[in-house]
């Protein structure tokens, strides 16, 4: 919950996270959400878009109840056409470097994910692979969003 939330929060001030490239347009939105997946009860993988809120109390009990639920129905909860999606991908028995895919007109959302944080000697780290797509952003404000996401991390208080 905590890294989605950070990712939220580092994409909500960047203006180029609420349009989406889709079927030849440039789609614009008023709401941001982020996509994770969840294992459900019958352990298959199901998506989960969840509000993004400034409010992180507020943001973790939709986070909570919606992954919830759909753990439990075993059904997609996905917000639609009023949410601008950051999809997220948690692999945590992984150590991945990067996670590459080819854009199709399917999957044109920014998609961050992360897997096994790794222990150095002076310091743990935790790899991102971030992709997004060209219309949407360019490597300015893809770079601001990284650094915006280190930021929350690194200030996050709990």
């Given at each position: ?63 909570l ?32 470097d ?15 994910a992360?897997?096994?944080?790794r ?16 219309a ?8 601001r ?10 200030t996050?208080?709990?």
């Amino acid at each position: 919950m905590l890294m989605c939330w950070c990712i939220g929060h580092a994409a909500s001030p960047i203006a180029e996270f609420y349009t989406l490239p889709a079927g030849g347009h440039l789609w614009q939105y008023d709401s941001l959400a982020v996509n994770t997946v969840v294992m459900t009860s019958k352990g298959e993988p199901h998506l989960c878009d969840i509000p993004f809120s400034e409010d992180i109390q507020r943001f973790n009990e939709d986070y909570l109840r919606l992954t919830r639920q759909v753990s439990d129905t075993n059904e997609d909860y996905l917000l639609g056409e009023q949410y601008m999606a950051i999809d997220t991908s948690a692999l945590p028995e992984c150590e991945i470097d990067a996670v590459v895919s080819v854009y199709s007109e399917m999957f044109t959302n920014p998609f961050l994910a992360w897997g096994k944080y790794r222990r150095g000697l002076f310091k743990t780290s935790l790899p991102v692979s971030f992709q997004f797509h060209h219309a949407q952003m360019d490597g300015f404000e893809a770079a601001r969003f990284l650094n915006g996401l280190q930021e929350a991390i690194n200030t996050l208080v709990i």
